[in-house]
């Protein structure tokens, strides 16, 4: 029997442990994903300019939930022009661990899209149901940034689901223009880059702009920023600064889990409310989040509304119920965890402030839940 450890990671998604031990083969025989181990994963790598790899163990439940999709996007995307390779390594096969650790393997699955016969590696973190995975991966092996026209291709990669980032220029040469592409080509795995010549194909902002300039896209607080410093660390930081929400939504809403995932892998310490956003009376609590958030804006608290709905997985994990929502935690930078259940909404902000002082204290004990 497979004895699998799998753990809330991020809550947004769930991997298996590389604990685990694995016990049953996979003997399904597929026909379009390329099997590799460690005697041919160089080898093959090193023939394609774009090949995607999945580590996998063969008990892992979310491993086997992904292979039929992975194997269907791997059938309709040899169709595609160039086709798309897709390949999987049974990571939990000893023979093939020093490959798994080499590529950064600390869960199953793990995905890279591997460029320029192995020697770039993303992460590729797209959907994982076979048109999602589809359409992820064509934009994956094209241009970084795709450039922007007409007002109709703007619609197609503006939406108010995802962070869209657009560049302005003058002309498609020069110092910023250049650095504008590097970086798309560095962060293209994590949002959609466009460029442009004319600033009024763009759904919102000023349109009479001429650039270099980066205008953002956002489906949260103020929709649009423009940015100017085209330095790279200047330009990453200020796109990973403003793709972060002021609060960020957990609910069931896959599109939201991206914003999730980036929440928990901040260093902040971690505020998260957890109320039933269905009931009257929520609105004042937001509101009152959403200040306090608002407050502590960049002073090292992240801030996260979870909907009761949504959230089983996290109440398990902290060991709250349902019945003392609404409820906060917050888990300081070293993991500390402060908990106050049956929250009204002028507790938030003393509450907060709490937190700040004994976290400064330091009076509080490693590892235990304390009830403020
Ligand atoms: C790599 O080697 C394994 C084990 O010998 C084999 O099953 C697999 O088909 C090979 N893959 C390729 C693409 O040659």
Not at 175 to 198: I, N, P, Q, V, W
Request: aromatic share 12%.
């Amino acid at each position: 029997m497979a004895r699998s450890v799998c753990v809330w990671f991020a809550l947004a998604a769930i991997v298996c442990s590389l604990s685990a031990i694995s016990a049953e083969e996979s003997s399904e025989a597929k026909e379009f994903v390329l099997t590799l181990d460690h005697s041919n994963f160089t080898d093959t790598v090193s023939k394609h300019d774009f090949i995607v790899v999945e580590f996998y163990a063969p008990w892992c439940g979310h491993c086997k939930h992904l292979a039929p999709e992975y194997e269907k996007a791997a059938s309709i995307l040899s169709k595609h022009d160039p086709p798309i390779f897709l390949a999987k390594v049974d990571a939990d096969d000893e023979a093939n661990k020093d490959l798994a650790s080499q590529y950064d393997v600390k869960g199953y699955p793990t995905l890279q899209i591997l460029r320029n016969g192995g020697k770039n590696v993303q992460e590729y973190k797209g959907p994982r149901e076979a048109d999602g995975i589809v359409e992820y991966l064509k934009k994956q092996s094209g241009p970084a940034s795709v450039e922007i026209k007409l007002t109709e291709d703007a619609s197609n990669l503006i939406d108010d689901k995802k962070i869209v980032i657009v560049g302005v220029f003058p002309k498609f040469s020069g110092e910023e223009f250049e650095s504008y592409m590097a970086l798309a080509e560095k962060l293209r795995s994590d949002y959609d880059f466009g460029h442009t010549l004319d600033a009024k194909h763009l759904p919102r902002g000023e349109s009479s702009v001429v650039g270099p300039l980066v205008r953002l896209f956002k489906p949260f607080d103020e929709l649009v920023v423009d940015f100017k410093d085209f330095k790279p660390e200047a330009l990453e930081k200020f796109i990973e600064e403003s793709s972060i929400p002021l609060v960020t939504l957990f609910n069931k809403d896959p599109s939201n889990h991206p914003f999730v995932a980036k929440f928990y892998n901040s260093p902040n310490a971690k505020a998260m409310l957890f109320a039933d956003l269905s009931t009257e009376g929520f609105d004042s609590l937001q509101s009152k989040y959403r200040e306090v958030a608002e407050q502590y804006k960049g002073k090292g608290i992240s801030f996260l509304l979870g909907d009761v709905e949504a959230s089983q997985a996290a109440f398990q994990y902290f060991g709250v119920e349902e019945s003392q929502v609404p409820l906060i935690i917050i888990q300081s930078d070293d993991g500390k965890k402060y908990f106050k259940p049956n929250l009204k909404a002028d507790d938030i902000a003393p509450w907060v402030k709490d937190f700040k002082v004994m976290n400064l204290v330091m009076v509080i004990k490693h590892n235990e839940i304390y009830t403020l």
